[in-house]
Nanobody
Framework: QVQLVESGGGSVQPGGSLTLSCATS????????INWFRQAPGKEREWVAT???????TYTPSVQGRFFTSRDNAKDTAYLQMNTLKPDDTAVYFC?????????WGQGTLVTVSS
């Protein structure tokens, strides 16, 4: 059974940093792309970053150079390191994987950037 559990959200001042974790189970993390999405209040969910099965990374332009995604294969956990946070980064962040054609989502973790 595929499961994703995010953690690490919280409140931070502008310019601060947070690292989100996505603990996975039920599939081999190295064989699938791990995606990060976010949903701000009143807005649609948007794609943020992907850690590919080939170990590459891609980011939406608004976070390029500030966010970094990685993976610890031994812990079956993906990470989203977020630096120089801005108020516009305030959102619920989700990790996502598509396994055998089915979308799986974590429960989300709230990140609030405010002074």
């Amino acid at each position: 059974q595929v499961q994703l559990v995010e953690s690490g959200g919280g409140s931070v001042q502008p310019g601060g940093s947070l690292t989100l974790s996505c603990a996975t189970s039920g599939f081999t993390i190295t064989q699938y792309d791990i995606n990060w999405f976010r949903q701000a209040p009143g807005k649609e969910r948007e794609w943020v970053a992907t850690k590919s099965r080939w170990d590459g990374t891609t980011y939406t332009p608004s976070v390029q150079g500030r966010f970094f995604t990685s993976r610890d294969n031994a812990k079956d956990t993906a990470y989203l390191q977020m630096n120089t946070l801005k108020p516009d980064d305030t959102a619920v962040y989700f990790c996502n994987v598509i396994v055998r054609g089915q979308n799986y989502w974590g429960q989300g973790t709230l990140v609030t950037v405010s002074s």
